[in-house]
């Protein structure tokens, strides 16, 4: 089946979407959206669509049909977007974050529930050899029961703009990777948070642009984040720097490399890397009516990892994750 896809948002992630839906032959690229035309016309120019070019869903929606809605907009206009396709029986494959709130993300949860539609979220740091190779040998390996976890993710990113203006640019920009990226690691879901926010001297921000977490999870886990954007020199990968303590030994993934290990590892090969690995998962399951590991329902607990640090570090104390996920 050929899923007929309305696409939201021809800003700078598409590239990464466009590139890799255009090789597919089971979606077709049906219908664009973007409130700048001028922006929508080149993508439909530089990936040579044919399809028609709208300035908003309702228009789109009512001069064509679609099965998906692809939305790539800012965060802000998420839920609104999701509302309307949802409602009109159309699955939503999103980029991250799943909302801007956690009151949104869990409305867009309500809404697939009341819809029946799905609504999947893009978290391509999941998909590489090295997360799978690190993750299974956590979880499958021998090195029997972890007990922690950790990343170091310093960074010094100069991308001007809204980011060096926003409240939590770490937190709230970048972070939701890192926290997804340890829940898939640990296989399992966090309980609190005790964090520390700050804006380190020499910081180019001017909302905090450093954080240091302490993160419980399910089965006594203790997941340690510490973060800068800000960060001069010897700076780690953007996928972080981890090490995994259990019971038989530490496990060392530096973010670039294959991790290394004081017990054996098997390498897992991910066939697809990064935004392809996550469109691909979210296209199969859609035609196989299944869930993505990154559906909305999954994501929520991202979320409120983010939201969770930055109430612990306002309020200065503990955070239950559960105290964020209810109505
Ligand atoms: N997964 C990743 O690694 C990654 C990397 C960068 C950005 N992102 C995410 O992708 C999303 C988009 O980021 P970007 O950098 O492409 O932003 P961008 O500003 O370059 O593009 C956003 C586009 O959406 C359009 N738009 C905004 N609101 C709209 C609306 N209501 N209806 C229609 N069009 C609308 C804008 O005109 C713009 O063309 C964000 O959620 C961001 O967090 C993810």
Excluded at 62 to 70: K, M, R
Excluded at 177 to 198: G, I
Excluded at 293 to 305: E, H, Q, R, W
Aim: with cysteine; aromatic share 12%.
């Amino acid at each position: 089946m050929i899923l007929k896809a309305l696409y939201a948002g021809l800003g700078s992630i598409s590239d990464s979407w466009l590139s890799y839906l255009v090789t597919r032959d089971d979606v077709e690229i049906a219908g664009l959206i973007d409130l700048n035309q001028e922006t929508a016309l080149k993508k439909k120019e530089k990936y040579n669509l044919s399809c028609p070019v709208f300035s908003d869903i309702e228009t789109a929606l009512s001069n064509g049909s679609f099965d998906v809605l692809i939305d790539n907009i800012v965060p802000s206009g998420r839920l609104e977007l999701a509302e309307k396709a949802l409602s009109n029986g159309l699955h939503v494959l999103s980029e991250k974050p799943l909302a801007s709130s956690m009151k949104e993300g869990l409305e867009i949860n309500r809404l697939s529930r009341k819809y029946d539609r799905n609504f999947f979220v893009m978290q391509n740091r999941r998909y590489n050899t090295n997360m799978f190779t690190f993750r299974n040998a956590i979880i499958n390996g021998s090195a029997g029961k972890t007990g922690y976890l950790s990343a170091e993710f310093m960074l010094g990113p100069h991308f001007g703009g809204f980011r060096e203006e926003m409240e939590s640019p770490l937190l709230i920009d970048m972070a939701i990777h890192t926290f997804d990226q340890a829940r898939f690691l640990l296989n399992c879901n966090p309980v609190s948070v005790y964090c520390h926010e700050y804006n380190p001297a020499g910081s180019w921000y001017k909302g905090n642009a450093s954080a240091v977490c302490v993160f419980e999870f399910e089965n006594n886990i203790v997941f340690s984040y510490q973060g800068s954007w800000c960060a001069n020199g010897f700076n780690t990968s953007w996928d972080s720097s981890w090490r995994a303590i259990a019971e038989n030994g530490s496990i060392l993934w530096d973010g670039t490399n294959l991790p290394v290990s004081d017990i054996p590892v098997e390498k897992i090969i991910c066939d697809f890397n990064g935004h392809k690995g996550c469109i691909n998962e979210m296209i199969t399951c859609l035609h196989e009516n299944r869930m993505a590991s990154t559906s909305s329902f999954d994501n929520i607990y991202s979320l409120a990892m983010v939201f969770a640090s930055i109430k612990s570090s306002k309020e200065n104390k503990k955070i239950y994750i559960k105290e964020l996920l209810e109505d």
